[in-house]
């Protein structure tokens, strides 16, 4: 049953500290995105690689936040500094082609800055 | 707004009515998705429909596509109490590089 997975699912940490999640993609897949789900905003997307080089990346804070993807079964997501309003759910999703077919999720990363 | 907006917000039935749900949209699409997340989990694709489609089943889903009106609509038949979750529509552009705009989503609660 392949499935995007992410690590790690929770996440507490203090103001400054630097956060990285990881994630998964479902094998084969060559399209991976990174959201950020919050009660205010809603679901975002922070950047979107296909075939591991980043095509779009405009919605993510570019001073703090970076995505890289070093090879095709690992993307990560790293804040430094985090800051409290960078508290939220992030998603990975994986999918295929010329990513105009379904995405699928991963379980999310639960991030909590103190 | 460029995301799919879905109203209402929030919808509360019985358990065997049908549940409908509705998706509007600015700007022209490729294709419209529905997805569904449960409390906790992420979220899991229900049906995609094309722009040149105007209504696709899966099991007790049913979704139609008017793109004149730009609007979307879903469907859940015979709702069950396991339908409890929030429902998102997402809007893929052709010229967007395949990235999804989502809206924030139908919270629906089915009670047995």
């Known amino acids: 049953d392949a499935r995007v997975t992410q690590t790690p699912r929770h996440k507490v940490t203090e103001m400054g500290q630097e956060v990285t999640m990881r994630c998964q993609p479902i094998l084969g897949h060559n399209t991976v995105f990174w959201y950020r789900q919050t009660m205010m905003q809603g679901l975002e997307l922070l950047a979107y690689f296909r075939n591991r080089a980043p095509l779009d990346d405009s919605g993510m804070p570019k001073d703090r936040f970076s995505a890289e993807m070093p090879d095709a079964t690992l993307a990560t997501l790293k804040i430094q500094p985090s800051e409290p309003r960078d508290s939220a759910v992030y998603f990975c999703?994986?999918?295929w082609g010329q990513g105009m077919n379904e995405q699928f999720f991963g379980p999310g990363t639960r991030l909590t800055v103190l | 707004s460029q995301q799919g907006e879905e109203d209402p917000q929030a919808l509360s039935i019985q358990e065997g009515e049908n549940a409908t749900m509705n998706c509007s949209y600015k700007?022209?699409?490729?294709?419209l998705q529905w997805y569904r997340q449960n409390s906790g989990r992420g979220l899991v694709h229900l049906i995609l429909i094309r722009s040149n489609e105007r209504e696709k089943h899966s099991g007790r889903l049913r979704v139609t596509l008017d793109t004149s009106k730009k609007s979307s609509s879903l469907l859940i038949t015979a709702s069950r109490a396991a339908d409890t979750a929030s429902y998102f529509c997402a809007r893929r552009r052709g010229s967007t590089l395949g990235r999804l705009y989502f809206g924030r989503g139908t919270q629906l609660t089915v009670w047995p």
């Open positions: 700007t022209s699409i490729n294709n």
């Open positions: 999703a994986s999918g």
